[in-house]
């Protein structure tokens, strides 16, 4: 399951999570690893949501306070849906899902046994982030592999 931050201005249009140009980079990186969102086998699925389910006004990022406000319902998301691996992308997601002020880079590749679920957790880069710094997508792909990997030792 991979939890974004909020939906933008593309995502708000359709209804949809991560269908601007971030979730375009988003499937592309999850392709690499044979992930898709359309597959339904759970070794190669892709869940993904956002911590907010609206963007704040302004497109401003959002709070901390605006982030755990919407824990619970992210939380009880995952319960339902049931992932094997959860992966936070960018600073709003890891932050809240990790009670945490430490920041995506430092973060980013550690895995985190997150008690709140039971689940291995993930931070990594966001899609949006990379698409500004594409000399950070080497990062990304590090983080990547290890999701491929945790995967491939559940089968
Ligand atoms: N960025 C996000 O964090 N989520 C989306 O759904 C789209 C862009």
Redesign the pocket.
Known sequence: MVI?????QE?DRQGK????R??QLLDRMLAAIGISRTETDPAKAAY?T?ILPWRPVGNRTPTPEEAALFLPFVLRHIALAKPRIVLT??NTPTKAMLDSTTGIRRMRGRWTDHAATGLPLLPTF???YLLRQPAEKKFAWQDLIQVRKALDGME
């Open positions: 974004g931050e909020a939906p933008g995502e999570p991560f269908v601007g971030a979730g993904i956002n992308m960018g966001h899609p949006a």
